[in-house]
Protein backbone atom coordinates (compact mmCIF):
# COMPACT_ATOMS: atom_id res chain seq x y z
CA UNK A 1 0.00 0.00 0.00
CA UNK A 2 1.27 3.28 -1.16
CA UNK A 3 0.53 6.95 0.48
CA UNK A 4 -0.72 9.47 -2.42
CA UNK A 5 -0.98 13.27 -1.42
CA UNK A 6 -3.98 14.01 -3.91
CA UNK A 7 -4.84 17.61 -2.88
CA UNK A 8 -5.39 20.13 -0.08
CA UNK A 9 -8.94 19.92 1.53
CA UNK A 10 -9.92 23.44 0.52
CA UNK A 11 -9.72 22.04 -3.15
CA UNK A 12 -12.35 19.61 -3.00
CA UNK A 13 -15.50 21.19 -1.31
CA UNK A 14 -18.52 19.41 0.16
CA UNK A 15 -20.57 18.39 -3.05
CA UNK A 16 -17.29 18.62 -5.44
CA UNK A 17 -14.94 15.81 -6.84
CA UNK A 18 -11.73 15.88 -8.17
CA UNK A 19 -10.26 13.02 -10.60
CA UNK A 20 -6.55 11.79 -10.25
CA UNK A 21 -3.61 9.97 -12.01
CA UNK A 22 -2.14 7.41 -9.50
CA UNK A 23 0.14 4.92 -10.72
CA UNK A 24 -1.68 4.42 -14.12
CA UNK A 25 -4.97 4.96 -12.35
CA UNK A 26 -7.62 7.44 -12.56
CA UNK A 27 -9.86 7.50 -9.11
CA UNK A 28 -11.96 10.10 -8.24
CA UNK A 29 -12.05 12.05 -4.55
CA UNK A 30 -15.42 12.94 -3.37
CA UNK A 31 -16.35 15.28 -1.06
CA UNK A 32 -19.62 13.94 0.95
CA UNK A 33 -20.14 16.64 3.90
CA UNK A 34 -17.03 16.75 4.61
CA UNK A 35 -16.48 12.95 4.21
CA UNK A 36 -14.29 12.13 1.53
CA UNK A 37 -14.28 9.00 -0.41
CA UNK A 38 -12.22 7.32 -3.83
CA UNK A 39 -13.48 5.79 -6.24
CA UNK A 40 -11.72 3.58 -9.05
CA UNK A 41 -12.68 5.77 -12.73
CA UNK A 42 -13.52 3.16 -14.25
CA UNK A 43 -17.26 1.67 -14.27
CA UNK A 44 -17.32 -2.26 -14.10
CA UNK A 45 -19.87 -2.85 -16.95
CA UNK A 46 -17.91 -1.64 -19.95
CA UNK A 47 -15.31 0.73 -18.39
CA UNK A 48 -17.05 3.98 -18.72
CA UNK A 49 -15.55 7.03 -16.99
CA UNK A 50 -17.54 6.64 -13.61
CA UNK A 51 -16.18 9.41 -11.37
CA UNK A 52 -17.48 12.16 -13.94
CA UNK A 53 -21.36 10.85 -13.09
CA UNK A 54 -24.10 12.70 -11.70
CA UNK A 55 -24.63 12.12 -7.64
CA UNK A 56 -28.21 11.90 -6.35
CA UNK A 57 -29.92 9.87 -3.62
CA UNK A 58 -32.11 6.84 -2.76
CA UNK A 59 -35.68 7.38 -3.84
CA UNK A 60 -38.15 5.67 -1.93
CA UNK A 61 -41.95 5.30 -1.68
CA UNK A 62 -44.87 3.53 -0.18
CA UNK A 63 -47.06 3.60 -2.89
CA UNK A 64 -48.21 6.11 -5.72
CA UNK A 65 -47.51 9.64 -5.38
CA UNK A 66 -45.77 9.10 -2.12
CA UNK A 67 -41.59 9.14 -2.23
CA UNK A 68 -39.20 10.49 -0.46
CA UNK A 69 -35.49 11.21 -1.18
CA UNK A 70 -32.34 9.99 1.20
CA UNK A 71 -28.79 10.39 1.34
CA UNK A 72 -28.83 13.07 -1.27
CA UNK A 73 -25.36 13.40 -3.11
CA UNK A 74 -23.91 9.28 -2.04
CA UNK A 75 -25.48 7.61 -5.05
CA UNK A 76 -23.12 7.80 -8.47
CA UNK A 77 -24.12 7.27 -11.57
CA UNK A 78 -22.11 5.97 -14.73
CA UNK A 79 -22.48 8.77 -17.13
CA UNK A 80 -22.67 5.75 -19.91
CA UNK A 81 -25.57 3.25 -19.35
CA UNK A 82 -26.65 4.86 -15.83
CA UNK A 83 -25.53 2.12 -13.19
CA UNK A 84 -25.76 3.51 -9.71
CA UNK A 85 -23.04 2.74 -6.99
CA UNK A 86 -23.21 3.68 -3.19
CA UNK A 87 -20.01 6.21 -2.76
CA UNK A 88 -19.54 5.08 0.78
CA UNK A 89 -18.80 1.08 -0.12
CA UNK A 90 -18.45 1.18 -3.85
CA UNK A 91 -21.29 -1.41 -4.33
CA UNK A 92 -23.69 -1.37 -7.13
CA UNK A 93 -27.26 -0.64 -6.27
CA UNK A 94 -28.54 -3.61 -8.26
CA UNK A 95 -26.40 -6.52 -6.90
CA UNK A 96 -24.37 -5.13 -4.13
CA UNK A 97 -22.99 -8.45 -3.60
CA UNK A 98 -21.34 -9.40 -6.49
CA UNK A 99 -20.93 -5.40 -8.69
CA UNK A 100 -18.68 -3.35 -6.98
CA UNK A 101 -16.53 -0.77 -8.20
CA UNK A 102 -13.10 -0.41 -6.73
CA UNK A 103 -12.80 2.13 -3.41
CA UNK A 104 -9.56 3.09 -1.79
CA UNK A 105 -9.24 4.14 2.09
CA UNK A 106 -8.67 8.27 2.30
CA UNK A 107 -7.45 10.16 4.59
CA UNK A 108 -7.32 14.04 5.71
CA UNK A 109 -4.03 14.51 7.51
CA UNK A 110 -2.12 17.72 8.22
CA UNK A 111 -0.20 19.20 5.42
CA UNK A 112 2.76 19.78 8.26
CA UNK A 113 3.46 16.29 8.37
CA UNK A 114 4.67 15.78 4.84
CA UNK A 115 7.06 19.07 5.32
CA UNK A 116 8.10 17.81 8.13
CA UNK A 117 9.24 14.40 7.40
CA UNK A 118 13.19 14.76 7.14
CA UNK A 119 12.84 11.32 5.13
CA UNK A 120 10.31 12.20 2.16
CA UNK A 121 11.81 13.77 -0.47
CA UNK A 122 12.37 16.87 -1.00
CA UNK A 123 10.96 17.47 2.50
CA UNK A 124 11.89 20.98 4.42
CA UNK A 125 14.97 20.38 6.78
CA UNK A 126 15.39 22.40 9.70
CA UNK A 127 18.26 24.72 9.75
CA UNK A 128 20.48 25.72 12.68
CA UNK A 129 18.59 29.20 13.16
CA UNK A 130 14.67 29.57 15.35
CA UNK A 131 12.61 32.20 14.46
CA UNK A 132 10.39 33.04 16.76
CA UNK A 133 6.62 31.38 16.18
CA UNK A 134 3.01 32.17 17.44
CA UNK A 135 0.15 29.53 18.11
CA UNK A 136 -2.23 30.51 14.90
CA UNK A 137 -5.16 28.53 14.56
CA UNK A 138 -5.54 27.73 10.83
CA UNK A 139 -4.09 24.13 9.78
CA UNK A 140 -3.67 22.86 6.58
CA UNK A 141 -4.64 19.31 5.87
CA UNK A 142 -4.22 17.53 2.76
CA UNK A 143 -6.23 14.84 1.35
CA UNK A 144 -4.49 11.22 1.21
CA UNK A 145 -5.41 8.03 -0.71
CA UNK A 146 -4.06 4.46 0.16
CA UNK A 147 -3.34 2.96 -2.71
CA UNK A 148 -2.06 -1.14 -3.45
CA UNK A 149 1.04 -0.97 -5.32
S1 LIG B 1 -20.09 1.60 -18.61
FE1 LIG B 1 -20.96 2.30 -16.79
S2 LIG B 1 -23.00 1.69 -16.90
FE2 LIG B 1 -22.12 0.96 -18.71
Not at 70 to 82: M, N, T, V
Not at 120 to 131: L, N
Request: with cysteine; glycine share 10%.
Amino acid sequence: MTRHVVARVDEIPPGKRKIVEIAGRSIGIFNINGEFFALRNRCPHQGGPLCIGPLGGFVSSTGPGDYSVSRRGEILRCPWHGWEFDIRTGKSWFDPQRIRVRSYDVSVEPAADELMDESSPGAMQPGPYQAETYVTSIVRQHVVVDVPE
